[in-house]
């Protein structure tokens, strides 16, 4: 089975803190994404990474960057949290190929207070 | 630009209906569809993946079928139980946006036993 781990399942931050979420996935594949969910506007991609050290911006990329060094592993970097920011941060990895199915971690709920 | 609408927002049903969810996607050009569910505070779990060249997928007591000329899909559930009590998204892969999914905002699903 595909296996998608998120560092954390509940994080709290001050605003203007550095805060990394990390993700991790077992399964070799290329492509790797961050969403953000929130109440009424559903999931928008942040950002999406299709090899290592290559990364696309999403549809809302603004007070985010990524990092991906190792093919398994994706990070969401929010350069200096804001309250704006508080919500639930989903991974996603994908085999290359549009054909393939997407999995999903667990999630994490950020609250940045 | 893609847009996904599910319908109902929510549903409520007693245990041992068999019910019908409805995604429907603006552009035909997809590679395919998939369904989720999740759970309160939790990630998205696959259920089931639908090539553009499939007309339905089945897994258990879960159907989804595809017509990708009308913009449709259904996620047909037998007997429903108390823990299919969950969030069911659907996604598609477009063909212009390569391997980003454009979700819905999903169907709230409670099951009374």
């Known amino acids: 089975d595909v296996k998608v781990t998120q560092s954390s399942r509940y994080l709290v931050k001050r605003t203007g803190e550095k805060v990394f979420l990390e993700c991790v996935q077992d399964m070799d594949h290329e492509n790797m994404f961050w969403y953000r969910q929130d109440p009424g506007l559903g999931l928008r991609l942040i950002y999406f990474?299709?090899?290592?050290?290559?990364?696309e911006k999403g549809d809302i990329p603004e007070g985010y960057s990524v990092s991906r060094e190792k093919k398994e592993r994706f990070s969401l970097i929010l350069e200096s949290a804001s309250t704006n920011q508080t919500s639930m941060y989903l991974c996603?990895?994908?085999?290359?190929?549009?054909?393939?199915?997407?999995?999903f971690g667990q999630g994490t709920r950020l609250t940045v207070v | 630009k893609q847009e996904v609408t599910q319908i109902p927002a929510a549903l409520s049903v007693p245990e041992g209906e068999n019910l019908v969810l409805n995604c429907s996607f603006t552009?035909?050009?997809?590679?395919?569809l998939q369904w989720f569910r999740q759970d309160p505070g939790k990630g998205l779990t696959s259920l089931l993946l639908?090539?553009?060249?499939?007309r339905e997928q089945t897994s258990g007591r879960l159907n989804a079928s595809l017509d990708k000329s009308s913009g449709r899909s259904t996620l047909y559930i037998a007997a429903s139980q108390p823990g299919d009590s969950a969030t069911y998204l659907c996604?598609?892969?477009?063909?212009?946006?390569?391997?980003?999914?454009?979700f819905g905002a999903g169907t709230i699903l409670r099951v009374k036993s």
């Open positions: 996603a990895s994908r085999e290359m190929g549009a054909h393939t199915e997407a999995f």
């Open positions: 552009d035909s050009a997809i590679y395919n």
């Open positions: 639908i090539q553009s060249s499939q």
């Open positions: 996604a598609v892969c477009h063909m212009e946006y390569g391997n980003k999914l454009v």
């Open positions: 990474s299709y090899d290592v050290k290559m990364k």
